[in-house]
């Protein structure tokens, strides 16, 4: 688990699924550009490896760090803000949560985000981190700025030109292979609340009006229980800006903690202890979907505490094919014969050009397979790998993936673009770890 005491005593280092772990040799938290450059410095002359991990959020192995660790927990906040424009820098190590509050003194706010805030803004910004909405890109799309530390020492800044700018394509997602991120400005919107809609309805309900509710809505989302043909459908659209009701943040608070994560803590126990009962869970889940309404500022509705531990694996595919996508993935989970009783959850990106985003130049839906942390995922995940691979599934960069060099290449167009441009800014690779040496040599 993420700690920096953990971090600084005992040089061990584990993601908050606990999938990768290991030990590394020397922990850095820098409190300045000049501090960075020097580490890095030093590091690239005497041929030491760097990973520069955010809050360590990512399911596979890609910020684990073999000899120097660098976290930016000491360097967080914002930099500066330009109302008129629209635009705010922020310094890389900031929590997600940090953001909204500092926005809203400024009357503004990220244009979307995903369903979780402890990330990192320069660890969300180089794995593409997503939310939902199909009008909508990535985290990543809403930089327009980028400030980074290269393999060398050096310091560079790059403000995106046009769509086609490469140097900008690359740093759009750049899993950490470019540099060390110190500073992102981000473009925003101004302060807006949100309205959130969430009910039950079946699986043919949802998909006979898909097609409109992606574009009727500023957010669609999906939550379908494999083994039923019940959905947890959640519609959000922008509205002027007013904070959420005391009294109703208080039942959300109580109804999400409670119901969505302590209660769902104990079914996923029963399902651990006895897999038999998996598809009694995810049925009685589906039956229980509550019925909320609820408005607030986007920060705050955005994302929902997510406490029960789980193992994920996220593909993007072409929007178009997501019906038939889902047709089969009905067919094949109609028994259950894996035991998940998490939900599949089914988000729609519109295309960026990030020459590594799983959604480059395709409107995209992104499907998110679970399973309960400590119950067995191999089999699942490998089932779903095979289904999405038929579709041309891109795995999201941050999630658990059967990526491999081959795959990479026929995957992404522009693989060597990024590889070609990133030896240019770290040219001993001592950003490589195992993983990224794998799939790049
Ligand atoms: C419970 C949970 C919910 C999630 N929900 C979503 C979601 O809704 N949507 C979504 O798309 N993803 C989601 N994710 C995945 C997560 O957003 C990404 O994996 C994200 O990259 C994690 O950010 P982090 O700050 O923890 O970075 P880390 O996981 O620590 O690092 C990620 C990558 O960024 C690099 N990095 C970190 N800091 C820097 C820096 N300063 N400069 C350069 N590189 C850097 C690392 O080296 C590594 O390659 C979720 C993950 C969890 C555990």
Same mark, same amino acid.
Request: charge should be neutral; aromatic fraction near 14%; proline fraction near 5%.
């Given at each position: 688990?993420?700690?920096?005491?953990?971090?600084?005593?005992?040089?061990?280092?584990?993601?908050?699924?606990?999938?990768?772990?290991?030990?590394?040799?020397?922990?850095?938290?820098?409190?300045?550009?000049?501090?960075?450059?020097?580490?890095?410095?030093?590091?690239?002359?005497?041929?030491?490896?760097?990973?520069?991990?955010?809050?360590?959020?990512?399911?596979?192995?890609?910020?684990?760090?073999?000899?120097?660790?660098?976290?930016?927990?000491?360097?967080?906040?914002?930099?500066?803000?330009?109302?008129?424009?629209?635009?705010?820098?922020?310094?890389?190590?900031?929590?997600?949560?940090?953001?909204?509050?500092?926005?809203?003194?400024?009357?503004?706010?990220?244009?979307?985000?995903?369903?979780?805030?402890?990330?990192?803004?320069?660890?969300?910004?180089?794995?593409?981190?997503?939310?939902?909405?199909?009008?909508?890109?990535?985290?990543?799309?809403?930089?327009?700025?980028?400030?980074?530390?290269?393999?060398?020492?050096?310091?560079?800044?790059?403000?995106?030109?046009?769509?086609?700018?490469?140097?900008?394509?690359?740093?759009?997602?750049?899993?950490?292979?470019?540099?060390?991120?110190?500073?992102?400005?981000?473009?925003? #919107?101004?302060?807006?609340?949100? $309205? @959130? %809609?969430?009910?039950?309805?079946? /699986?043919?309900?949802?998909?006979?009006?898909?097609? &409109?509710?992606?574009?009727?809505?500023?957010?669609?989302?999906?939550?379908?229980?494999?083994?039923?043909?019940?959905?947890?459908?959640?519609?959000?659209?922008?509205?002027?800006?007013?904070?959420?009701?005391?009294?109703?943040?208080?039942?959300?608070?109580?109804?999400?903690?409670?119901?969505?994560?302590?209660?769902?803590?104990?079914?996923?126990?029963?399902?651990?202890?006895?897999?038999?009962?998996?598809?009694?869970?995810?049925?009685?889940?589906?039956?229980?979907?509550?019925?909320?309404?609820?408005?607030?500022?986007?920060?705050? #509705?955005?994302?929902?505490?997510? $406490? @029960? %531990?789980?193992?994920?694996?996220? /593909?993007?595919?072409?929007?178009?094919?997501?019906? &038939?996508?889902?047709?089969?993935?009905?067919?094949?989970?109609?028994?259950?014969?894996?035991?998940?009783?998490?939900?599949?959850?089914?988000?729609?990106?519109?295309?960026?050009?990030?020459?590594?985003?799983?959604?480059?130049?395709?409107?995209?839906?992104?499907?998110?397979?679970?399973?309960?942390?400590?119950?067995?995922?191999?089999?699942?995940?490998?089932?779903?790998?095979?289904?999405?691979?038929?579709?041309?599934?891109?795995?999201?960069?941050?999630?658990?993936?059967?990526?491999?060099?081959?795959?990479?290449?026929?995957?992404?167009?522009?693989?060597?673009?990024?590889?070609? %441009?990133?030896?240019?800014?770290?040219?001993?690779?001592?950003?490589?770890?195992?993983?990224?040496?794998?799939?790049?040599?």
């Amino acid at each position: 688990m993420f700690s920096l005491k953990t971090l600084q005593t005992k040089k061990h280092w584990s993601n908050w699924a606990e999938t990768a772990q290991g030990q590394f040799e020397e922990f850095f938290t820098p409190r300045s550009v000049e501090e960075l450059q020097a580490i890095v410095g030093k590091a690239f002359k005497d041929g030491k490896r760097i990973r520069i991990i955010g809050a360590s959020h990512s399911f596979s192995p890609i910020a684990l760090p073999e000899e120097i660790c660098i976290s930016l927990h000491e360097m967080r906040g914002m930099d500066s803000v330009d109302k008129e424009r629209g635009e705010a820098t922020f310094w890389g190590g900031t929590y997600l949560y940090e953001i909204g509050p500092l926005l809203k003194e400024h009357g503004l706010a990220l244009e979307n985000m995903g369903d979780i805030q402890e990330q990192t803004i320069a660890g969300a910004v180089s794995t593409g981190t997503h939310g939902t909405g199909i009008t909508l890109g990535s985290i990543s799309s809403q930089v327009i700025e980028w400030e980074w530390i290269d393999g060398m020492g050096e310091y560079h800044i790059h403000r995106r030109v046009d769509q086609d700018d490469s140097l900008a394509n690359c740093l759009h997602v750049s899993l950490g292979l470019f540099g060390i991120l110190v500073r992102v400005t981000l473009k925003l #919107l101004p302060l807006y609340s949100l $309205k @959130v %809609k969430t009910f039950r309805a079946t /699986i043919e309900e949802g998909m006979s009006s898909w097609k &409109e509710d992606l574009h009727q809505f500023r957010h669609l989302e999906w939550f379908w229980f494999p083994g039923t043909k019940l959905i947890q459908v959640k519609q959000m659209d922008a509205i002027p800006p007013v904070p959420q009701k005391k009294w109703e943040k208080t039942i959300s608070t109580i109804s999400k903690n409670v119901v969505d994560n302590q209660a769902f803590y104990l079914l996923s126990e029963i399902c651990k202890r006895n897999p038999r009962r998996t598809q009694w869970v995810s049925e009685f889940s589906a039956k229980n979907i509550p019925n909320r309404i609820e408005t607030g500022y986007s920060y705050e #509705l955005f994302a929902t505490p997510r $406490k @029960v %531990k789980f193992y994920e694996s996220e /593909i993007a595919i072409p929007i178009e094919r997501f019906l &038939e996508c889902m047709e089969e993935l009905l067919a094949g989970l109609k028994d259950n014969p894996f035991f998940v009783h998490f939900p599949i959850e089914c988000r729609f990106v519109k295309d960026e050009p990030g020459f590594l985003n799983p959604n480059f130049q395709q409107d995209s839906a992104f499907l998110a397979f679970h399973m309960y942390k400590g119950m067995p995922y191999e089999a699942y995940f490998e089932w779903i790998w095979g289904v999405m691979e038929k579709y041309n599934g891109r795995p999201h960069w941050g999630k658990m993936n059967n990526l491999s060099k081959e795959k990479i290449q026929k995957l992404y167009p522009k693989w060597n673009n990024f590889q070609e %441009k990133r030896q240019e800014y770290d040219p001993k690779g001592i950003f490589l770890n195992k993983y990224f040496r794998e799939l790049i040599h």
